[in-house]
């Protein structure tokens, strides 16, 4: 079983800025294939940022040039760095592993809400 928890989300205004983190436990995130979702209310689930095993990461149209992520090896941990935050991203994020290129995702963190106000 992997634990993911995620921390650092919150409030900001239009244009600011925030960064999410989720800390893998049982597994290391070299291990991992990690991945960032978003569910806005009354809108499906939806794909923001994934980073792999040869660490390239791939992000949704909607958050390119604006998100970054990142893998921290020593603390196990990744990162998701948001700028220029807009009210569409508003949404609870959620953290994501798969233990290989081919699965989906089958280890999710509990969520955390972000919420940028205009």
């Given at each position: 079983q992997v634990q993911l928890v995620e921390s650092g989300g919150g409030s900001v205004q239009?244009?600011?800025?925030?960064r999410l983190s989720c800390t893998a436990s049982e597994r290391t995130v070299n291990s991992l294939g990690m991945g960032w979702f978003r569910q806005?209310?009354?809108?499906e689930r939806e794909f923001v940022a994934g980073i792999g095993w040869r660490n390239n990461p791939d992000y949704a149209d909607s958050v390119k040039g604006r998100f970054t992520m990142s893998r921290d090896s020593a603390r196990n941990t990744v990162y998701l760095q948001m700028n220029s935050l807009k009210p569409d991203d508003t949404a609870v994020y959620y953290c994501a592993?798969?233990?290989s290129p081919i699965s989906s995702y089958n280890y999710w963190g509990q969520g955390i809400q972000v919420t940028v106000s205009s």
């Open positions: 239009a244009g600011g800025s925030l806005a209310p009354g809108k592993a798969k233990t």
